[in-house]
């Protein structure tokens, strides 16, 4: 099983290095080299997190029709082509923007779109294959090593294009990305290499799968959940809702180059990493709630540190601030996720975790359009881009402010009591439309 954890491990990587050079490189060429709208930059990069709705029906269409004998890996192949694809096109289309608007929207759209359906594709598809091959206790060992090499992969790839791609020139841009394209396509297919056995249609029975109404009355019927499900939109839109921000953010402010933005990503990518180890050394130690106050606590000062340093033009409060959203972003990462997993009840757990994942993916959307529009509109009143940044960066910390309100009223113990509850009640329903019947 340890070969098969790395191979899954190696298939995570590789769609993650597909994103790397989008949101750490392209996204602040195309904001501050290109001039390009900081609210279309980010309707583009967000495209994978507006399609996730697509993973329940790609998820539910593999489960019933295999390829060649094989549920999964197919569908991880098509993903992760059309993630390199989908990147290899986007910096071309970022240059045709500028030069031909119709033509260049044409493409990007096209570029990023295939770029976020392959994401939709491969993710689901190597999940659901993670959990069949690791079975119910090996699942947290198999994510856990998922993440691990994820975030890893992040950091060296990151630094791997700062290099790349100084002195900065358009030519050096597209070579950056034909290599970590090259390179995740190559990952990728090592790790399906012998992965999957053949299915057997009697050996696995088909999941039964929720509809929208369901969900969304699971979710508004129960207090705690739809507090649950607000406070991780809130949450999650603050603190993600800089990976579109941060790198032009460092350009506009501080003159910094492109290899040194890039950069930006892998001290963050480090600071993550040291959170989630210290952690899981603090589990069972110290209670989750905790931890994930800890974590909201430290991006919140983060934010205000990275908004006074453009005030300051201080390059050191600067990364003191990245350091800060770092470990917070670990910390939170960790609690939140086992919040998730406890959020949960034994006859609704496939329900639930859509909901906290459709949560998850609506965050992400919500707040890169959100720093998008917000920047572009401080940016025009205030004729200072700067100044639209440090308004992001002070509204993310109010909404990492308010999650910590809402994460007060947050009871594990009630949620299930009311979820119990909720689940007799539709048990003595049903009965009564069937003698009813």
């Not at 904001?31 to 390009?36: A, T, V, W």
């Not at 002195?167 to 012998?194: D, H, N």
């Not at 299930?416 to 329903?429: L, S």
Request: glycine letters at 12%; hydrophobic letters at 55%.
């Amino acid at each position: 099983m340890i070969r098969k954890r790395l191979q899954l491990g190696l298939i995570h990587v590789a769609v993650a290095m597909t994103l790397v050079p989008i949101n750490s490189t392209l996204n602040r060429v195309m904001i501050k080299e290109l001039g390009i709208s900081a609210t279309l930059v980010a309707a583009f990069v967000s495209l994978p997190y507006l399609f996730s709705p697509t993973q329940m029906l790609i998820g539910s269409y593999a489960d019933r029709h295999p390829w060649w004998g094989r549920r999964r890996t197919p569908y991880i192949l098509l993903g992760l082509f059309l993630c390199v694809g989908g990147a290899l096109l986007s910096p071309y289309a970022a240059y045709v923007l500028v030069g031909n608007w119709g033509l260049g929207l044409g493409l990007c759209i096209l570029a990023f779109g295939a770029w976020g359906m392959g994401y939709n594709f491969a993710a689901v598809s190597y999940l659901s294959l993670a959990s069949e091959l690791s079975g119910r206790e090996g699942r947290a060992r198999t994510i856990a090593t998922m993440w691990f090499m994820m975030i890893v992969s992040i950091i060296l790839t990151a630094l791997a294009v700062s290099r790349v791609v100084d002195p900065y020139s358009p030519a050096a841009l597209q070579r950056a990305f034909w290599l970590v394209g090259s390179a995740a396509l190559l990952l990728g297919v090592i790790g399906l290499i012998g992965l999957e056995g053949r299915f057997v249609p009697d050996a696995v029975p088909t999941p039964h799968r929720h509809s929208w109404t369901a969900l969304l009355h699971t979710v508004t019927g129960n207090r705690q959940a739809a507090l649950f499900f607000c406070y991780l939109i809130l949450l999650l839109a603050a603190i993600l809702g800089q990976d579109v921000l941060l790198e032009p953010f460092g350009g506009e402010a501080f003159g910094m180059p492109v290899n040194a933005t890039t950069r930006i990503t892998s001290v963050w990518g480090i600071c993550v990493l040291v959170a989630l180890l210290g952690a899981g050394a603090l589990e069972g130690r110290v209670s989750k709630r905790t931890v994930a106050r800890w974590g909201a606590w430290g991006a919140l000062s983060g934010f205000i540190l990275i908004g006074l340093s453009g005030l300051l033009i201080n390059r050191s409060v600067f990364y003191a601030g990245v350091l800060l959203l770092g470990l917070g972003t670990g910390l939170s990462s960790v609690a939140n996720l086992s919040l998730m997993l406890d959020m949960t009840t034994a006859g609704n757990v496939g329900l639930f975790i859509g909901a906290w994942g459709i949560a998850d993916a609506l965050a992400r959307w919500v707040g890169a359009i959100m720093g998008g529009v917000i920047r572009d509109l401080v940016t025009q009143l205030s004729h200072n881009p700067v100044t639209g940044y440090v308004v992001v960066f002070g509204v993310e910390a109010a909404l990492l402010f308010v999650s910590l309100q809402l994460l007060r009223q947050i009871d594990v113990g009630a949620f299930v009591e009311q979820a119990d509850r909720q689940t007799v009640a539709e048990r003595a329903a049903l009965m009564g439309e069937a003698q009813g019947g």
